[in-house]
């Protein structure tokens, strides 16, 4: 039963969910909206508005025709100004990283490769296709393309980082563009990455140049959402 007290009927309903989430463990499935309006005493209406200003301070996750979950804490932070590899991301938070390789392959260029690199002729493209692991948890999967010759004969197995693989070649990484989404349910990523069906994944697309201008490596990352958070920095002109 709501407390009576002169604040509006949502304030004490979102004080009620507060207390009631604080006894769940994260990526929790909360009772139904049903469940939980009737056992609040108040509208649906009343617990919607309470469920989306809780979503909105980070309490909750709502998934559209799933349910609502209380979220996992992000065992990884980071800026996503900062440039730096998913290896140095998972050491930052004292964990030690890994690699799973899963596939690697040689193939001719595509035209929007070439356009990509630059390059105006075909070239051959190294796709490897890898899971990063944080103390054997897998949180990050990954798919990099970088043109064959850039590697030499070098042991795939040897690229640990491939920021670092890269800088160790005389082809150091200067910036990236970036693009991030979220994505819900990927059949195969999700599989791969050990997820539950309501786990989202972030979606990191990035192109690598080095200090000429010269792209050298892109990137298409899924991040786990419950392991990752990425901050942006806005800044006033």
């Not at 469940?35 to 980070?58: C, I, N, P, Y």
């Not at 005389?170 to 979220?182: D, F, K, M, N, V």
């Not at 979606?203 to 080095?210: M, S």
Request: glycine share 4%.
């Amino acid at each position: 039963m709501m407390k009576a007290d002169h604040r509006p009927l949502y304030i004490q309903v979102i004080d009620q969910l507060k207390e009631e989430i604080s006894h769940y463990s994260e990526g929790s499935k909360l009772p139904s909206e049903y469940e939980l309006a009737k056992h609040l005493g108040v509208s649906k209406e009343t617990l919607r508005e309470a469920l989306r200003l809780l979503e909105e301070d980070g309490l909750v996750v709502r998934r559209y025709g799933v349910g609502t979950f209380v979220p996992s804490k992000p065992l990884f932070s980071a800026g996503i100004e900062e440039l730096q590899s998913v290896t140095n991301m998972i050491a930052s938070a004292n964990m030690t990283p890994g690699t799973i390789y899963l596939s690697s392959t040689i193939e001719v260029s595509a035209e929007e490769d070439r356009a990509r690199f630059n390059r105006s002729e075909s070239f051959e493209m190294l796709q490897l296709e890898r899971v990063r692991t944080a103390d054997g948890m897998p949180v990050v999967y990954c798919l990099d393309q970088l043109p064959a010759d850039l590697v030499g004969n070098r042991s795939i197995h040897e690229m640990k980082s491939i920021f670092q693989f890269l800088e160790e070649a005389g082809r150091p990484i200067a910036y990236a563009l970036a693009s991030i989404e979220p994505i819900g349910y990927h059949e195969h990523v999700t599989e791969v990455l050990e997820c539950t069906p309501e786990t989202a994944l972030l979606l990191l697309r990035q192109t690598h140049y080095d200090h000429h201008d010269q792209a050298v490596l892109h990137s298409v990352n899924y991040f786990r959402s419950d392991k990752f958070k990425f901050n942006v920095v806005r800044k006033s002109k």
